[in-house]
């Protein structure tokens, strides 16, 4: 069974300096460990805002792609993530009709 690792917590790894050994161990487990949140892959480019950052910004009551602007900064530079914001934003009101 494959391994499911965070993509965009695995790219940052690559360039970060790992001295201590819990770091190592993370990275060897393929996913944030401890209070360390996985933001999931990459939405704005901009900021650097992953899709399990909306989402849990949907959760917590942004209900429009303006309202992640202004909590996350996502789709407030360029534009171009908007689109797959308010895919992000519909999805988990879906989710919560169910």
């Not at 990275?27 to 992953?50: K, L």
């Not at 009551?61 to 992000?88: D, F, K």
Request: hydrophobic share 40%.
């Amino acid at each position: 069974k494959p391994v499911a690792v965070s993509r965009s917590w695995a790219v940052e790894q690559l360039s970060a300096d790992h001295a201590d050994r819990r770091g190592r161990l993370a990275i060897v487990a393929g996913r944030p460990g401890g209070n360390t949140v996985d933001r999931g892959a990459v939405v704005c480019s901009c900021f650097g805002v992953g899709a399990n950052q909306i989402a849990e910004a949907v959760r917590g009551g942004c209900t429009s792609v303006e309202a992640i602007g202004a909590t996350l900064h996502a789709g407030t530079n360029c534009g171009s993530c908007r689109a797959e914001i308010r895919t992000i934003i519909e999805a988990r009101r879906l989710q919560a009709a169910e």
